[in-house]
């Protein structure tokens, strides 16, 4: 059986291969005229999307795309992801988030149960390297690939309901939700805060999340703004599509 599934991995990363080169909450929100970009995928991860909210806000990570092996606990594996990360001083914490971050070409091989972020600056090649040393028992076949992701908070100032009041108008619509998937919202003393981490969000996606999170202040869209949560250029999508992909992709299967 052993040998079976070990022979099906080694088709998908033929597969794979053949795609393997293609790797302060309250500041003023992006400006109408800002040029639009076109970046590899959207928040959806099947298309292309749109998207004026780049340079800061969108930032380039290595990323790790996780099949468990059969009957395998996930709990665990990300127990173990996060312990190998922090002991690997060379990468650090690893963000969760969805398979949406990778590629179109990517996912037509494989959609990943499981995926990581790696930190700021940290390198595929050295992502790679603790997953090939450290990988945890129970993981079956992981990939690692250079993606774009979406960096960013959405704040709103209330004045006549409460923080609380707000964060509860959403849960109950659940358009939010739908829309970004994975995200910590966090009540302040005078407003609310959405921190999202993940699959870069088309203008469309931004808009719905400023419309809901306005509604459930009692506000008009414009007034729930968008910054980034880290400083720095990120990425500048204003010259058109941006080639995320001039890494290798590294794949590795046990």
């Given at each position: 059986m052993r040998a079976r599934i070990c022979l099906v991995l080694i088709v998908l990363l033929a597969g794979v291969a053949l795609v393997g080169r293609s790797a302060g909450w309250f500041a003023s929100p992006v400006a109408a005229t800002t040029p639009v970009a076109r970046i590899v995928s959207d928040d959806t991860g099947d298309g292309q999307a749109t998207t004026t909210?780049?340079?800061?806000?969108?930032?380039?990570?290595?990323?790790?795309?996780?099949?468990p092996g059969p009957g395998a606990d996930r709990a665990r594996i990300a127990?173990?992801?996060r312990a190998i990360a922090k002991a690997s001083p060379r990468v650090g914490s690893l963000e969760p988030a969805t398979f949406a971050v990778f590629s179109q070409d990517m996912l037509e091989y494989l959609v990943?149960?499981?995926?990581?972020?790696?930190?700021?600056?940290v390198s595929v090649e050295t992502t790679e390297a603790m997953m090939r040393d450290l990988q945890p028992a129970d993981v079956a076949f992981y990939l690692v690939q250079p993606v774009l992701v979406h960096d960013i908070?959405?704040?709103?100032?209330?004045?006549?309901?409460?923080?609380?009041?707000v964060r509860k108008a959403e849960d109950a619509e659940g358009i939010v939700t739908d829309v970004l998937g994975r995200y910590d919202t966090e009540p302040q003393s005078r407003g609310l805060t959405i921190r999202y981490f993940g699959a870069v969000?088309?203008?469309?996606?931004?808009?719905?999340?400023?419309?809901?999170?306005?509604r459930a202040a009692g506000l008009p869209a414009d007034r729930v703004q968008v910054s980034a949560n880290l400083p720095g250029p990120g990425v500048d999508l204003s010259n058109g599509a941006y080639l995320v992909d001039d890494e290798s992709v590294n794949h590795t299967h046990k």
């Open positions: 909210f780049d340079k800061a806000m969108v930032r380039k990570r290595a990323a790790i795309a996780i099949r127990r173990e992801m990943p149960e499981m995926t990581f972020v790696a930190p700021e600056g908070t959405f704040g709103v100032i209330t004045a006549t309901r409460t923080p609380e009041q969000l088309s203008d469309n996606s931004i808009a719905t999340v400023r419309e809901a999170m306005g």
